[in-house]
Structure formats: C-alpha cells, structure tokens
C-alpha cells in the first residue's frame, strides 16, 4: 500500500531565503508525481507535474526533481516570497489514483 | 477561462439530511473526482467517474454517492450526513487518467 509523507509539517523561513519541500513514497512503481499549493479553505492549485520518466520540472521559481528508486521527491523554491505562504502537497499516482501527503505549511516573513 | 467550478461555497446541513454538493466543468476534460479532506489531513479519494464509468473507492461509506449526467457536471450526494462528515469536498477533472489534475475551490461542508 502506497504511503506518501511530507516531512517537515510546517516551515518558517525569512524573505528571499531558498528552500526545499520534501515528499518521500514507499512504492517507487509511480505513474507520475504531482505538486499542489493549497491556501487556507480553498481548493488546491497544480504547481509541477513529473512522470515517472522524468527527473525533474522547472516553473519559474519552482523546480520539482524526482528520485522514483530511492522513493524521493523534493520541491525548490528560489528567493521565497511572503505569497509563496500556504500549504504544499504532493501526490503519487500509482496503479489508478492519487495518494497524497499530508504537506508542508509553509510561512514566509516578510 | 477554462476551470472547475464547485456550488456552493459553503453548505450548512442538519445531521441526516440529504445534502447534494455540484460539480462543473469546461476543460472537456474524461475524468471526474470527488475527494473528502477533513481539517489537516491528506485530501482522500472517495470515488471518479472516467466518462460514464464509475469507480467506487473500497473504503467509501455507502452514504455517499454520485451522479455524472453528462461531461460537464458531477454531483456529490450525502444521503444521511452525520458529523463526521464535516469536511472540505474538492472536486477535480483531468483529461486522462494519470494526467494532471485541476481542482475546484472546494465546498465547506457543516454539520449541525
């Protein structure tokens, strides 16, 4: 069974400050990796989407790489911005459907 | 612009009392999704339609259940809401199943 974690839950990090999400899966037979935005009570925004052939997704500030044999994927963002606030989850697609992670919350101080 | 569109915002039900939450959308896109996400937690997958084809989650309570009548239009119904079913319900379309997923803005669902 598919299980996907996002470890830290929640991140605090000063204006301008590069830094590094991390979502991590225990079956490395993935479809494809997706990453979402998600802010307080509103639906989820599609960020980076990486197939499982692909090792990495670059949009804007954001860069999505993928490690399918060590289970690993990590989400970039350049020179952070206090906009860039909100939850951040990944999801892994398996056989059929989408698991995802619980995410990162993510505090950008102005 | 192209989008998924979720009514109503919010929905405020009384505990056992049919609520029916609605789904839109202009992408054209095959595939159709409801999810359930309760506060903090992963948004869980409760069933899809890919065209007319159902596809029930095992672990879906049978109070929940859905309509696509056509391409563009998904429901949600809860036949017998009870507390636990307090949740944020998102909505989402891909084109195929395994492309990317565009979601709705959510409906807040409240139980009394």
Request: net charge neutral; hydrophobic share 30%.
């Amino acid at each position: 069974k598919q299980e996907v974690t996002q470890i830290p839950a929640a991140l605090s990090v000063p204006e301008g400050e590069n830094l590094v999400l991390n979502c991590s899966f225990t079956d490395s037979a993935i479809y494809n990796l997706q990453w979402f935005r998600q802010d307080p009570g509103k639906g989820l925004t599609s960020l980076l989407l990486i197939q499982s052939s692909q090792r990495e997704q670059t949009s804007g500030r954001l860069n999505a790489s993928l490690d399918k044999s060590s289970g690993r994927s990590t989400l970039y963002i350049a020179a952070s911005q206090p906009g860039d606030s909100a939850t951040y989850l990944c999801a892994v697609k398996g056989t059929y459907k989408y698991i995802f992670g619980t995410g990162t919350r993510l505090k950008v101080l102005a | 612009d192209a989008m998924v569109i979720q009514n109503p915002r919010y929905q405020v039900t009384q505990f056992g009392k049919p609520v029916t939450l609605s789904c839109s959308q202009t992408l054209n896109h095959n595939v159709m999704y409801w999810y359930q996400q309760k506060s903090s937690q992963a948004p869980k997958l409760l069933f899809h339609y890919y065209d007319k084809d159902f596809n029930n989650e095992a672990d879906t309570p049978d109070n929940f259940q859905s309509r696509r009548p056509n391409t563009s239009f998904c429901f949600l119904d809860i036949r017998s809401p009870g507390l636990g079913d307090a949740a944020m319900y998102l909505c989402a379309t891909s084109r195929d199943e395994g492309d990317e997923q565009f979601f709705g803005p959510g409906t807040r669902l409240t139980v009394l």
